[in-house]
């Protein structure tokens, strides 16, 4: 009788602990909560960052006058001075919901005092940037070819295919022409 007892004891022991252990875990499911964690994330800066500087090989009065020319690229420094290199470079961080950019380019007339001739260059890259730069506005690249995607930055370089196209000009003084090239960076889808 005493070890039925005892048994019965024991059994009653592992009853109420297993109720309790039971109870307690129902009563650690009733006090669980939900929080939030927070950050923000600023918009960045969609910039231009490097244009091209264009030298292009020489030419004789004789071929402008009765043909024109297509001049070829020559990574050179430029005789005006310009160093800015032979890089075009645009960095996009506004975010993947803000991807869209297009760049033009135009250029004035190629001068040397009073004397000016209109042309065009047909510009090629190691990367997607292209197109034919004249005195109108030209879409050169836009975030779908450079793939910036609001998160990145794409660098083209200037090939030797770029060309310069000179039409045939009627006068024409000797000397060094320049030309002013203006870039526009516009945070608008490509035309």
Known sequence: MKTKALVLGLATIASVSLFTQLSVQAADDALTGNSVGEFEV????LTLDAVPTFAFEGTTVKTLVTSGANLAYQNDAIKTGSTTGTNLTVSDYRGS????????A???NFVN???AIAGSITYATDNTATGTVTGADSSIWNNTKAKTAGVGSATAGTTTD????LPKTASVATGTYDADLTWTLSATASD
């Open 162 to 165: 770029t060309k310069l196209v």
């Open 113 to 115: 005092g009073a004397t």
């Open 97 to 104: 919901d803000q991807p869209d950019w297009n760049l033009n």
């Open 106 to 108: 135009k250029m004035g």
């Open 42 to 45: 600023a918009k960045g800066a």
